[in-house]
């Protein structure tokens, strides 16, 4: 019973893990405002003059630029993060701790006599 209940616990942890990494896109290929430069670029080919696509994508570049700074920063405050969480339980570990003082033991209570 515990066997059969194991092995289907590790099928279907292999079959979710399965599919959850065949539908993830990769990172690299897919970044914010993508779309919207690709349509701003083809509208800019048809109207080359046209002021407010040229400022649109001027501005969608910023922004991508932007997008970009602001993650790489993220990355690095959590890196710093765990650095500092791997710095503290480092300590914790090295940190040499009090070692408690043995008490006496209190002597046993006299019984008390036996009333009338």
Do not use: C, W
């Not at 080919?45 to 910023?62: F, I, V």
């Not at 969480?85 to 408690?100: F, I, P, S």
């Amino acid at each position: 019973m515990h066997k059969t209940r194991a092995v289907i616990a590790a099928g279907t942890l292999l079959l979710l893990s399965v599919a959850g990494t065949s539908h993830a896109d990769d990172p690299a290929t897919k970044q914010p405002l993508d779309q919207a430069m690709e349509s701003v670029d083809k509208n800019l080919a048809k109207d080359p003059d046209n002021k407010g696509l040229q400022n649109a994508a001027e501005r969608l570049q910023t922004n991508q630029e932007r997008y970009k700074n602001k993650r790489e920063e993220q990355n690095a405050k959590r890196l710093a993060k765990k650095n500092k969480q791997a710095e503290k339980k480092a300590k914790r570990e090295e940190a040499e701790h009090r070692v408690k003082t043995e008490r006496p033991e209190k002597p046993a209570r006299p019984e008390k006599p036996n009333r009338p």
